[in-house]
């Protein structure tokens, strides 16, 4: 998984999350496709689940949290209501991403809401649990995202360019429609790949005539 793009959900989730951690959490994973989390969730079942599921794992120190971000792995952070220091009322979760902290190189950046305030967005995790207290206690976990590739073709009986490229447009059209989201039948606003699809191509021949198209992305949302 291209990590920008896990940047991309995280920007175009947060607003609507920002007050609240394990929110956030669960649309940026139910935007990429992870459906481990129920709605009713909260940050300590988050971390309970996450402990728990085979396809996660706990990753052992921030060098390797860094790298695996990098490679486009999806990382959730977090601790436990008890784990805190006092105890608290709730756990924190937040999303880990691409990037190091400019001003304590070793720190990995992320993005979280916050219960009853703001949280923030693409900042240090040493802004988001105490340093020297709650930082240290916090666990990471990981998984590889699904990335799919789909190509599409179709051959014409005609040598004109100009339907060639129409057809490529619909084609196209076609694509952002069905993943976009906004159908009839599914009001709800996604990312243009929410499900992880990296690349589309798209071929169509007419006669001697041959148009190649690759899609790939997201680099922001499309409403």
């Known amino acids: 998984m291209n990590p920008q793009h896990i940047i991309d959900v995280c920007e175009a989730k947060w607003e609507a999350n920002k007050s609240d951690c394990n929110h956030f959490v669960k649309a940026v994973a139910d935007a990429l496709g992870v459906n481990l989390f129920a709605p009713s969730d909260n940050a300590d079942v988050i971390m309970n689940k996450l402990a728990n599921a085979s396809d996660w794992t706990l990753v052992p120190d921030l060098s390797t949290v860094e790298q695996d971000a990098s490679a486009g792995q999806f990382l959730v952070a977090g601790l436990k209501s008890g784990e805190f ?5 709730n756990g ?104 992880g699809i ?20 997201p680099k922001g949302s499309s409403r």
């Open 92 to 195: 924190h979760v937040v999303v880990v991403v691409k990037g190091d902290d400019p001003s304590h190189p070793g720190f990995p950046m992320a993005y979280w809401g916050k219960l009853n305030g703001v949280g923030a967005k693409n900042s240090s995790i040493r802004n988001s649990f105490r340093p020297d207290v709650d930082l240290p206690n916090v666990k990471y976990y990981a998984t590889s995202l699904a990335v799919s590739f789909t190509r599409l073709s179709a051959e014409l009986d005609t040598t004109s360019l100009s339907d060639a490229k129409a057809t490529t447009e619909g084609l196209i059209e076609k694509i952002v429609t069905s993943l976009s989201g906004h159908s009839g039948s599914d009001p709800k606003q996604r990312l243009f790949f929410p499900s």
């Open 85 to 89: 220091n006092p105890p608290r009322n």
């Open 198 to 217: 990296e690349d589309v191509e798209v071929e169509v021949k007419a006669g001697p005539v041959e148009l190649k198209v690759k899609v790939a992305g």
